[in-house]
């Protein structure tokens, strides 16, 4: 079974950076997207883009495009989400997922971080 | 991208038939997932491929689809599915992911 283990919370202030984590097991980590999800206090789930492990591909969602950063380090099976200056409208749980690109359905699900920031 | 709409809520009485509907012109050609969300916990997937029911899903629930229209049913509602339900659906590649706005769904 596939597992997805996400870093803990976060608080930050604004115009500090941040990188969280997603550690996959229990299947390739390498063979398969992962993709990140954020979630806006009492909000839907917004799909913020991909990135393959194996090869350190990405999709960006064109509304999340130059505001993180995906990156991964496929020798630990683990991706990143990062930020290098915060704003205090990234306060969100944040969710990776496995992402089958055969039918894009998003069939397994970290714990989420939740990154607060403020001043 | 294109947009997918779902209604923001559903309210059923326990033991009734729910029903979520989910809508978007790009439906008739990609498939559509569903998602279960509970207060403070991950999304789970109920529904994939419009009609498939991972393993471990309750048979009450199961999906259907009509044209730009893709519909969540729980039959027999009970307590523990009042949750956020999501509809998703992917671009043709499957690279490119939309959610829905999300359903409240209320057990009366």
């Known amino acids: 079974e596939v597992q997805l283990v996400q870093s803990g919370a976060e608080v930050k202030k604004p115009g500090e950076s941040l990188k969280i984590s997603c550690k996959g097991s229990g299947s390739s980590f390498t063979n398969y997207w992962i993709a990140w999800v954020r979630q806006m206090p009492g909000e839907g789930l917004e799909w913020m883009g991909i990135?393959?492990?194996?090869?350190?591909?990405?999709r960006y969602s064109p509304s999340f495009q130059g505001q993180v950063t995906f990156s991964a380090d496929k020798s630990i099976s683990t991706a990143y989400l990062q930020w290098s200056s915060l704003k205090a409208s990234d306060s969100a749980i944040y969710y990776c997922?496995?992402?089958?690109?055969?039918?894009?359905?998003?069939?397994?699900w970290g714990q989420g971080t939740l990154v607060t920031v403020s001043s | 991208s294109y947009e997918v709409t779902q209604p923001p809520s559903v309210s059923v009485s326990p033991g009734q038939t729910a029903r979520i509907t989910c809508s978007a012109d790009?439906?008739?050609?990609?498939?559509a997932y569903w998602y279960q969300q509970k207060p403070g916990q991950a999304p789970v997937l109920v529904i994939y491929?419009?009609?498939e029911r991972p393993s471990g899903i309750p048979e009450r629930f199961s999906g259907s689809s009509s044209g730009t229209i893709v519909t969540l049913t729980i039959s027999g509602v009970q307590a523990e599915d009042e949750a956020d339900y999501y509809c998703?659906?992917?671009?043709?590649?499957?690279?490119?992911?939309?959610f829905g706005g999300g359903t409240k769904l209320t057990v009366l």
């Open positions: 998703q659906s992917a671009d043709s590649s499957h690279t490119y992911v939309v």
């Open positions: 990135i393959y492990p194996g090869d350190s591909d990405t």
């Open positions: 491929k419009d009609t």
């Open positions: 790009a439906l008739p050609k990609q498939y």
């Open positions: 997922a496995r992402h089958d690109q055969t039918d894009g359905v998003l069939d397994y």
